[in-house]
């Protein structure tokens, strides 16, 4: 299965939160395929900006890789998509971890449940 971290799960999971104790054996398993959106680096990067986030981007990102992860870019479609995708959520980020996860296909694990109305592909966790 191809999962699709949201910018908390991806900072959990590296940081062995146990809020994502329940999820790890699928994390970790060969036969999943676990990506997180450079969409999150960004919002991560913003959020280091403006002080409400301590992490040095770059090490975060270097690690994800390490573990496994797999980066996924954002391409046109998923800007593209955008303008289809009904206003259930009002965060960018959120709004394009949902179209990048749909337009993929992949399973986006997520913490908030707005973000989970937004179909089947959703994961809320």
Same mark, same amino acid.
């Given at each position: ?8 799960? %991806? ?25 997180f ?8 990067? /913003? ?31 998923? %800007? ?9 959520h ?8 949902v ?9 986006? %694990?997520?913490?908030?449940a ?7 592909? %959703?994961?809320? /966790?």
């Amino acid at each position: 299965m191809r999962l699709l971290l949201d910018t908390h799960i %991806i900072i959990w999971a590296l940081g062995a939160d146990p809020r994502v104790k329940h999820i790890a054996e699928r994390l970790t398993d060969p036969d999943n395929e676990v990506y997180f959106s450079v969409a999150s680096l960004w919002e991560m990067a /913003i959020k280091v900006g403006t002080g409400k986030l301590e992490v040095d981007v770059a090490e975060f990102r270097a690690e994800a890789l390490a573990t496994g992860f797999m980066e996924l870019p954002v391409l046109g479609r998923h %800007i593209e998509a955008l303008a289809g995708l009904p206003n259930h959520h009002r965060d960018p980020f959120d709004r394009l971890l949902v179209v990048q996860a749909a337009s993929e296909p992949m399973r986006l %694990i997520t913490v908030d449940a707005t973000v989970a109305m937004y179909g089947n592909h %959703i994961e809320l /966790i």
